[in-house]
C-alpha cells in the first residue's frame, strides 16, 4: 500500500489539551512510517488546506511534539470558519480535494466540535464523489461539552476542574470577608447553550449552604425575582453568596441576559457581561457589596491546572483516529465510552460522523436541581471523574515550559 | 515569666497564603508552651477582639493547623475595618486593652497590610501609655506588594505568578485564533495604587512582540490615542495584541478609567470594569474583536498556583513574628531582606511598625519601560525570584483539599 500523507487541522475555539490531541495523531503517525509519509498541519485550521499553507511537522523534535501534550492553545493556529453547505460552496470542497491530492494526502483529521464534524463528513462524502480516496476521521474536541454520543468531549474536564477549583477557591476568600466586605461573589463562565461548564462549578462544594450556592443555567429561564429572594436568603443564612453564571443564561423568552449584540464567524452571538447584569441587579435590587470575576479565555487555556483524565482522553482520541484510520475506518469519530462511574472507567469507541455532525447535546434536566440553582447527585457522579487527577506541565524560571513549534511551512505546489 | 496567651488576627483582603502565616504563628507559638499559653484567633479579624469574640486554635489539630500552609483566604475571618485615631476612638482602643487584659493576652500578631501596621502600632503605644504590657508585632500581608521596607510582601509573589501564568496561557489561546476571531485580548489585574500586579504579568513573555505586549499601569497616565496606535500596530506586526491593566489605570487627570463609585469600609473607591472600558475603545475606535477576562478573587486565593517563595516567606514572617516577641522586641514587623537576585537569597529582618505604617511603595519608575508599556530588565530581576517554585495543595477527588477549621469559641468573660 502506497504511503500517503495526513492533514491535520484545529477547528474553532481552542482548548487546554486540542494540542495532546495533536500530540496523539503525531506520535501515532509516526509509528506507522510503512503506511503514513508525513502529517502536515493545517496553519490556522481548514484555511490552512484552502490556501495552501500547510506546517510540515516532520521537521519538529520528538521532544517538541511530547510536548504539545502539555502545551494549551492551538499550536498550529486554529480558525472559526465554517464551510457553507456543498451546494453552495462546492469550490471550497473541491479545492480542498484539489490541494489534499497535490500533497498526496490520504487522510484528513479534523480536530474539532459539531460543526468541524460535518465538514470532515462533507469531505469524506465529496472524496467518494469525485473517486478521490480520502480517509476523513473527526477528533472531538469542545470544552462546552455539547458534542452527541461520546460521553464527554476532550477539553471539557480541564475547563471543568478549572472552574470547580476556581470557584473553591474564590468561595474561600468571600467567606474571609463577607463580615465587612463583599457579600456576593459572580462569576461568569463559558457555555453559550449548555450549562455543562457552569454545573461543574457545582463540585466545588456539597449541599445548599456549601459554595457554590447558585448556579444560573441556560437550560433554566433566569427569574429575577425568585433569584433576587434566594441571594437574600442565602446572604441571611451565610453571610455571603457565591453564584456562577453561564454566559448562556437566558430569560422566559430566550434572550441572553448579556447580548453584546456582535456575532462570529459561526454567526453565533458574541457573549459577555452578564456577571455584571447579576451584580447590578444585586446591587440595586438587595444593596449588597458584590464583586465579579469573568475568567473568559482563562478557563479554557489553563493547562497549569488540566485534568489529567482530560489529557489522556485528548492525546487517546488524536491516536485512536490515526489507528481507525489505519484500520480502514471513514467518516467517523473516535468517542469516550464510559464502562462504570466509581471506579471511573473508559474506553474508545467509534460513531459515524453523521450521527454527530451539527447536533448539540444538551445538559439532562435531572441534573439539575429541582429548584433549578444546583447540581444532583446525577450530575456529580457524572462530572467528577472527568475532572480527576493532575497533569502539571514542567516549569522553568517559575512558569510553565510550553512549546513553541518551528510551523516550518510545507512548499507550495499549487498557484 | 509568666504564660500569657496570643491574640493574632487577619486583616484587610485576604490571600493565597496569609493562612501560612497563621500557620507560622501558631505552630512556633505551640513550640513554646512554656512562655506561650493559647493562641487565640479574632473571628473577623480585629472585629473579634472589639466584640470578644475569639477562635480557641488549641482546639484544633497538628494536622489541621499544618494545613492552614496550604489554604488559602481567611481561616479565622478577616475584616476591612480601620480603627480611626486614637483621640477621635480611644474606647476602641481601651476596649481592645481589656479584651486582652481578660483573656490574658500578652502578644498581639496583626497579619495584614499598612493599615494594620498602623493599628498595631498604636495598641503597642496605648499599651504602654496604660501600663499593659503587651507585645505588638506586624505580621506583613498584601497582594499589592505595597508595604515599604520589606523587599516584597507574602500575598505578592503568588498572585504575581497567577497573573503571569495566566497571561501566558490566555495568549497562547488568543495566538491561535487571531485569523478568524479574537484580536484584542484584556485581563484586568488588582492592584488599586501600584502596578505591582500587573508589572508580573510582564513576565510572561520576553520583549515587544511576545505577550503581554501591553500593560497599562496606574503609575502611567493613560494616553488614550498613543494607546489606541499602539494596539493597531501590534496588531498589525503580530496579528493579535495582549493587554493587561491595572484595575488602578488612570487618566493624566488622575481619575479611575472604571470608577464604580462606590467606597469601602476604608474609604477607597471599588474599582471595576476598566477591562469593559479598553474593550469599548478597541472596538469602537479600531474595529477589532475583542474578549476580556476580570481575574478578580481568582488572583488572590489561586492557592493552587501559589508560588514556593511567597508560602515560605509567609510561613517565615509569621513564625518570625513569634521569634522576635519572645526575644523581647516590640512594635516591629519581621521583613523580607534580599540578598541576592540570581541566585535568589533573602532573610528575615525586622523594621519598626512605624515605619511602615500608613505609607504606600510605588513601583519605581525604572521598573516601567520608556515607553510606559512594559517592564525593564530591572524590574524583571526583582519579580522573576518571586514567583519561583510551585507549591501545590494536596488533591482529593479532583480538587484542592483544603482545611475548614472548627473554629471553636473561646468564652467570653465580659459583659
Known amino acids: 500500500m502506497a504511503r500517503r500523507n495526513v492533514f491535520y487541522a484545529q477547528s474553532g475555539g481552542v482548548t487546554a489539551v486540542i494540542n495532546a490531541s495533536a500530540c496523539g495523531v503525531i506520535e501515532t503517525a509516526r509509528r ?10 493545517g496553519r490556522n485550521g481548514i484555511l490552512g488546506a484552502l490556501h495552501e499553507d500547510m506546517i510540515d511537522t516532520s521537521r519538529e523534535t520528538v521532544r517538541a511534539i511530547a510536548a504539545l501534550r502539555h ?6 493556529g486554529s480558525a472559526r470558519y465554517k464551510l457553507k453547505p456543498i451546494e453552495e460552496s462546492r469550490a ?10 497535490a500533497h498526496n494526502i490520504g487522510y484528513f483529521f479534523y480536530n474539532g466540535g459539531g460543526d468541524s464534524m460535518d465538514t470532515a ?6 472524496g467518494r464523489e469525485l473517486g478521490y480516496p480520502i480517509t476523513c476521521i473527526g477528533v472531538p474536541k469542545t470544552v462546552d461539552n455539547d458534542l452527541p454520543v461520546t460521553d464527554c468531549c476532550p477539553g471539557f474536564g480541564s475547563v471543568a476542574k478549572y472552574v470547580a ?19 456576593v461573589f459572580i462569576l461568569e463562565v463559558m457555555g453559550r447553550h449548555a450549562g455543562w461548564i457552569a454545573a461543574a462549578a457545582g463540585l466545588a462544594g456539597q449541599g445548599a449552604d456549601e459554595p457554590p450556592h447558585l448556579i444560573l443555567f441556560p437550560e433554566i429561564p433566569f427569574d429575577r425575582k425568585g433569584f433576587l429572594r434566594r441571594v437574600q436568603q442565602c446572604v441571611e443564612r451565610n453571610e455571603y453568596c457565591v453564584i456562577v453564571v453561564s454566559e448562556g443564561a437566558r430569560d422566559a423568552d430566550g434572550h441572553f441576559l448579556a447580548d453584546a449584540g456582535t456575532r462570529d464567524a459561526f454567526g453565533h452571538k458574541q457573549l459577555g457581561g452578564v456577571a455584571q447584569e447579576i451584580a447590578t441587579m444585586v446591587r440595586d435590587e438587595l444593596g449588597l457589596k458584590y464583586h465579579y470575576a469573568i475568567a473568559d479565555y482563562l478557563q479554557r487555556s489553563a493547562r497549569h491546572i488540566a485534568s489529567a483524565v482530560d489529557v489522556e482522553q ?39 460522523l453523521s450521527r454527530v455532525a451539527n447536533r448539540e447535546k444538551k445538559m439532562p434536566r435531572r441534573f439539575i436541581t429541582r429548584d433549578g440553582y444546583g447540581i444532583t447527585a446525577a450530575a456529580r457522579r457524572y462530572l467528577e471523574p472527568l475532572i480527576q487527577g493532575e497533569d502539571y506541565p514542567p516549569y522553568r524560571a517559575g512558569l510553565p515550559d510550553y512549546v513553541h513549534l518551528r510551523n516550518h511551512p510545507v512548499t507550495k505546489k499549487l498557484a
Not at 121 to 126: F, I, T
Not at 170 to 180: E, F, G, P, W
Request: charged share 25%; net charge positive; with cysteine.
Open 165 to 183: 477549583v476556581s470557584t473553591r477557591e474564590a468561595a474561600l476568600d468571600v467567606a474571609s470577608m463577607a463580615r465587612t466586605s463583599t457579600r
Open 32 to 41: 506507522h512510517r510503512d503506511r503514513i509519509g508525513k502529517v502536515y498541519a
Open 71 to 76: 502545551t494549551p492553545g492551538g499550536a498550529f
Open 92 to 101: 471550497e470542497y473541491e479545492r480542498l480535494i484539489e490541494v489534499f491530492d
Open 314 to 352: 485528548a492525546y487517546a482520541v488524536g491516536r485512536a483516529a490515526v489507528e481507525l484510520a489505519l484500520a480502514g475506518q471513514n467518516a467517523i469519530m473516535p468517542c469516550i465510552v464510559r464502562k462504570s462511574d466509581r471506579p471511573y472507567r473508559w474506553v474508545i469507541g467509534q460513531v459515524p
Open 121 to 126: 463528513h462533507k469531505v469524506a462524502q465529496l
